[in-house]
């Protein structure tokens, strides 16, 4: 199956020195009010990237997924020994965040290099290897979940005690690198917001879709790719062959609105350039129209979330320049306005910090989880921090 041509937008207009950005809205915030916490934290070991594997929620309970491998202090890169041991690891909270519990579990397989699927690649004895998936699924059941990563899922009945599969996602004419980002629409349909690996012009590079299922996770059918092929940034450039590593549009975080409407931030990059794009759907993301520019320079994926307001928060650690931290913006208009960046933490020793997620509490509060690093605790860790943005 071959996804459709992608829509002429706004994308080349980065070129023109990122002019177009969300205007900031003129209400003003308080102070905010945070507490840090500690997710996870093993002193010879690497936690990291949440937003790759997922967080769920169920009222006050919530679960969150990561990676961990041996901690390596390194400077320009990760501190991360990627050909060490690794997993995926889980935690629970029952209480709204304020008290986690590890969980393992090893019917997940060990996660993929995202980008280069035989980089790093380790198997253990009795892994799974994805079958197509057998549908029927109710998506709307209390205990269900969906856990998404490369070019397989995982589905749970049981927040997550369990988890059946791995099934396969299609690849159209693709190669899937799927992080978990999904909205349900219905007993037997979601969307999921992923990335996907193409090649085009000479450059294999990543971009971000959507896709839908309406049977139970059985087929999924391509809706859309999110805003215009970042590529044609390069306009006629003849030497964009190779410089894939330094082009991407990905990471995907969505949030359904009222009035059908979605909006999606995306993380950009193009060449020495990084920021974020705003898109808005209002069709069941068949097509996207940008809103705007939320940041730039921070080169880390945002998460967004839909408040008890209204309003949409979108989270984000900053690793653009010291002191490096936790942030994050209000929208109070779906998307179009966005107010000046509020500080939620900013104690992190180095850049190595970041991919958020974020689950509502029932009392209108956040619980943001996301990999940091302190003088305090130096490996990289899991961190929470709980916010209250309307108080």
Request: charged share 25%; aromatic share 10%; hydrophobic share 35%.
């Amino acid at each position: 199956m071959t996804p459709p041509p992608p829509p002429v937008n706004s994308i080349c207009l980065f070129l023109k020195g990122l002019a177009i950005y969300c205007v900031a809205v003129s209400f003003s915030l308080a102070a905010p009010e945070v507490r840090n916490l500690v997710v996870y934290s093993q002193d010879d070991k690497f936690a990291g990237w949440p937003a790759n594997e997922g967080i769920w929620s169920w009222g006050g309970e919530i679960l969150t997924a990561f990676e961990v491998a041996s901690f390596v202090e390194t400077d320009g890169d990760h501190s991360v020994d990627r050909n060490s041991p690794k997993e995926i690891m889980f935690a629970r909270s029952l209480d709204g965040g304020e008290t986690w519990t590890a969980e393992a579990h090893p019917e997940i397989g060990l996660p993929d290099y995202i980008g280069d699927e035989e980089k790093f690649r380790q198997q253990r004895e009795g892994e799974r290897i994805p079958v197509p998936s057998p549908g029927g699924f109710d998506l709307t059941h209390p205990g269900f979940a969906m856990k998404l990563r490369g070019g397989s899922f995982y589905v749970s009945q049981n927040r997550g005690r369990r988890w059946e599969g791995p099934y396969q996602l299609p690849g159209f004419d693709y190669a899937s690198e799927a992080r978990t980002s999904y909205i349900v629409t219905g007993k037997s349909s979601c969307i999921v917001f992923m990335t996907a690996r193409v090649t085009r012009r000479g450059a294999t590079y990543s971009r971000s879709c959507a896709l839908e299922t309406t049977d139970g996770t059985k087929t999924f059918r391509f809706l859309s790719w999110i805003g215009g092929d970042i590529l044609d940034a390069a306009g006629r450039r003849d030497d964009i062959k190779g410089k894939s590593e330094v082009i991407f549009s990905i990471m995907p975080s969505a949030v359904k609105l009222t009035g059908g409407r979605f909006i999606c931030a995306l993380r950009q990059r193009f060449e020495r350039a990084k920021w974020t794009d705003i898109y808005e759907s209002t069709d069941n993301c068949r097509t996207w129209r940008h809103l705007g520019v939320l940041e730039k320079g921070g080169g880390n994926p945002v998460s967004l979330l839909a408040l008890q307001d209204g309003s949409v928060a979108a989270i984000y650690c900053s690793r653009r320049n010291p002191p490096f931290g936790l942030a994050a913006k209000i929208s109070q208009d779906n998307g179009a306005g966005w107010s000046k960046e509020i500080v939620l933490r900013k104690d992190a020793r180095k850049w190595d910090i970041g991919y958020t997620r974020a689950a509502p509490r029932p009392d209108g509060g956040i619980v943001i989880v996301y990999y940091y690093t302190t003088k305090a605790i130096p490996n990289n860790h899991i961190a929470a921090t709980i916010w209250h943005p309307a108080r």
